[in-house]
């Protein structure tokens, strides 16, 4: 009989687990690990550290993220590999750990802000984001994993483990560690997101500028299945001038929704200035289709992103709350 989780294949009973990894604590910029360019059964070891993996996969990049010896990649059996998964949200390869009851992830210089992850888990646990070493200090975040990994419909015939969850936190102050509590041998994750409460939303590199979902709104309530649209003020400031923003290059939410609106038509363009916080500083007013944003129930923020006409990468994030069934 099939291990009811990953593998397909006859080695030890496998699990899934993803980690996220972060720049440090100075940086506010979010960082997306999704275990591409690691061999199926592959110990992650230093890979995200600038080294390599068990296999010798690498060197990977130099994020100075550290795993143990028990948190291992895998591929989809679809793709190659003996993952007794499906619907991954990226590529083909996430990470899982091979006993229990914690691994931890060590993160050199720290992350701020926000922790994130997709998951699909056969097993209840918890992920506990910690500010010190090794799972050491105080609890700074806890998110918990449900058990859900095939109550979304037929699975993959070749992938059991089908559903996966998106989940994640805010937290004050500089996280250093994480450790997965629970989740070894029955829980999978993909695309952990370091400096962001929504996972996969990797903007390194990018300047941090100010939005505001919903102008006057202090709630930012967001009905996913609404056939609307979601307002996205872009803020200017004294280092800011939001005329600079390539609106061609707008995107918006898990999905990049593009603007509802042609902003390339100058007249429909002007119509989009406001200072909606009344800080004498003009702000730029976009709006993307609920729908397309691919915003779903539980997501705790929405990011929007860009380039300014000089080539800057630009991103921004708000919290939002989903409403609705």
Not at 28 to 39: C, H, R
Not at 126 to 154: H, M, S
């Given at each position: 009989?099939?291990?009811?989780?990953?593998?397909?294949?006859?080695?030890?009973?496998?699990?899934?687990?993803?980690?996220v990894g972060?720049?440090?604590?100075?940086?506010?910029?979010?960082?997306?690990?999704?275990?591409?360019?690691?061999g199926?059964?592959?110990?992650?070891?230093?890979?995200?550290?600038?080294?390599?993996?068990?296999?010798?996969?690498?060197?990977?990049?130099?994020?100075?993220?550290?795993?143990?010896?028990?948190?291992?990649?895998?591929?989809?059996?679809?793709?190659?590999?003996?993952g007794?998964?499906?619907?991954?949200p990226?590529?083909?390869?996430?990470?899982?750990?091979?006993?229990?009851?914690?691994?931890?992830?060590?993160?050199?210089?720290?992350?701020?802000?926000?922790?994130?992850?997709?998951?699909?888990?056969?097993?209840?646990?918890?992920?506990?984001?910690?500010?010190?070493?090794?799972?050491?200090?105080?609890?700074?975040?806890?998110?918990?994993?449900?058990?859900?990994?095939?109550?979304?419909?037929?699975?993959?015939?070749?992938?059991?483990?089908?559903?996966?969850?998106?989940?994640?936190?805010?937290?004050?102050?500089t996280?250093?560690?994480?450790?997965?509590?629970?989740?070894?041998?029955?829980?999978?994750?993909?695309?952990?997101?370091?400096?962001?409460?929504?996972?996969?939303?990797?903007?390194?590199?990018?300047?941090?500028?100010?939005?505001?979902?919903?102008?006057g709104?202090?709630?930012?309530?967001?009905?996913?299945?609404?056939?609307?649209?979601?307002?996205?003020?872009?803020?200017?400031?004294?280092?800011?001038?939001?005329?600079?923003?390539?609106?061609?290059?707008?995107?918006?939410?898990?999905?990049?929704?593009?603007?509802?609106?042609?902003?390339?038509?100058?007249?429909?363009?002007?119509?989009?200035?406001?200072?909606?916080?009344?800080?004498?500083?003009?702000?730029?007013?976009?709006?993307?289709?609920?729908?397309?944003?691919?915003?779903a129930?539980?997501?705790?923020?929405?990011?929007?992103?860009?380039?300014?006409?000089?080539?800057?990468?630009?991103?921004?994030?708000?919290?939002?709350k989903?409403?609705?069934?």
């Amino acid at each position: 009989m099939k291990h009811p989780m990953f593998a397909l294949a006859a080695a030890a009973a496998l699990l899934v687990g993803l980690i996220v990894g972060g720049r440090g604590a100075q940086a506010s910029t979010a960082l997306v690990l999704d275990f591409e360019g690691l061999g199926n059964l592959e110990r992650i070891l230093d890979f995200y550290d600038g080294g390599f993996g068990g296999f010798g996969s690498g060197p990977g990049p130099a994020y100075g993220i550290s795993f143990g010896p028990d948190a291992l990649a895998l591929i989809d059996a679809d793709a190659g590999g003996s993952g007794n998964f499906a619907n991954e949200p990226s590529a083909n390869t996430i990470a899982f750990f091979l006993t229990g009851p914690g691994v931890v992830m060590n993160v050199t210089n720290g992350f701020t802000t926000g922790f994130s992850f997709y998951y699909t888990s056969a097993r209840v646990g918890t992920v506990t984001v910690y500010d010190g070493p090794n799972g050491t200090g105080n609890v700074l975040a806890a998110v918990p994993v449900e058990k859900q990994y095939n109550t979304c419909g037929a699975p993959d015939p070749t992938g059991a483990f089908s559903c996966w969850t998106p989940v994640g936190v805010t937290f004050a102050g500089t996280a250093f560690s994480v450790n997965f509590g629970g989740v070894w041998n029955q829980t999978g994750f993909d695309d952990i997101t370091l400096g962001s409460a929504t996972p996969g939303a990797e903007v390194l590199g990018a300047e941090e500028i100010g939005i505001d979902i919903k102008p006057g709104s202090d709630r930012n309530s967001i009905n996913p299945n609404s056939k609307g649209v979601i307002p996205v003020a872009i803020l200017g400031s004294s280092s800011f001038d939001v005329t600079t923003v390539d609106v061609t290059t707008l995107t918006f939410g898990p999905d990049g929704a593009t603007p509802a609106h042609d902003l390339t038509d100058p007249i429909v363009y002007a119509d989009h200035f406001q200072d909606v916080n009344s800080d004498g500083f003009m702000d730029l007013v976009t709006h993307y289709r609920t729908k397309v944003t691919g915003i779903a129930k539980g997501d705790p923020e929405a990011c929007l992103a860009g380039v300014t006409t000089g080539g800057s990468a630009i991103y921004g994030c708000d919290a939002i709350k989903t409403v609705g069934k």
